[in-house]
């Protein structure tokens, strides 16, 4: 009789614990706030700010009228980058006449996780959670453009102070949300002033 009462009680124990932890991961991965600062989120104030340094690449050994740069950014702070931030400037080539254009990219540069984004920009406390369309990053994933050219990409919703980008990050059957405080002046100049994930 006292092994099963033990028995009973172990098999009660582990219920209640496996119901604490699904509790305790759906709450986790239901929804945070932009600039959200608590003892469940991870953040990182950048200070100074990080700026995209552009430069002047060569073409065949010829000067390229454009400039262009990078920024890699480790999302999740375990040492390895995980979002590269591309921005570029100028008139391309220099052998031949191309129209002006200036942007933002993001492409997701980890091999053992996936990042998507929420591409419109969020205010502080906006909520950032499962309702949204998420965007697979990739290069070609631009943040802001601008191309007299082609006005289906002329845009920058960024250029405010004070915005967050939504992010999530899947691994295996894990999610945790974050936001990036960012900002692009002038379609290509990029900001990153603080980033924040769940823990």
């Known amino acids: 009789m006292k092994n099963i009462l033990h028995l009973g009680l172990l098999i009660l124990f582990a219920i209640t614990l496996a119901g604490c932890e699904k509790n305790e991961e ?3 991965n239901s929804f945070i706030l932009a600039g959200q600062k608590d003892n469940t989120m991870l953040v990182k104030d950048y200070e100074p700010d990080l ?4 430069a002047n690449n060569d073409v065949n050994g010829i000067p390229s009228t454009g400039y262009s740069g990078t920024l890699l950014i480790d999302a999740d702070f375990n040492g390895s980058k995980d979002l590269d931030f591309y921005s570029f ?7 031949g006449y191309v129209t002006p254009t200036e942007g933002c990219k993001i492409e997701c540069i980890s091999r053992d996780k996936k990042i998507e984004i929420f591409m419109s920009p969020k205010h ?15 290069l070609q994933t631009y943040l802001s453009s601008y191309d007299p050219d082609n006005i289906g990409i002329n845009s ?4 405010a102070e004070d915005l967050y980008m939504g992010f999530r990050m899947i691994q295996l059957q894990d999610t945790t949300y974050g936001w ?7 379609n290509y100049k990029l900001v990153i002033k603080e980033i924040g994930i769940q823990k």
């Not at 400037?89 to 052998?95: A, L, R």
């Open 51 to 54: 700026h995209i340094t552009l």
């Open 180 to 186: 990036i405080s960012l900002q692009i002046a002038e």
């Open 26 to 28: 759906d709450h986790r």
């Open 89 to 95: 400037y100028g008139m391309g080539h220099p052998i």
């Open 124 to 138: 502080l406390n906006d909520t950032i959670d499962n309702k949204h369309i998420w965007i697979t990053t990739s």
């Open 156 to 159: 920058n919703f960024w250029d």
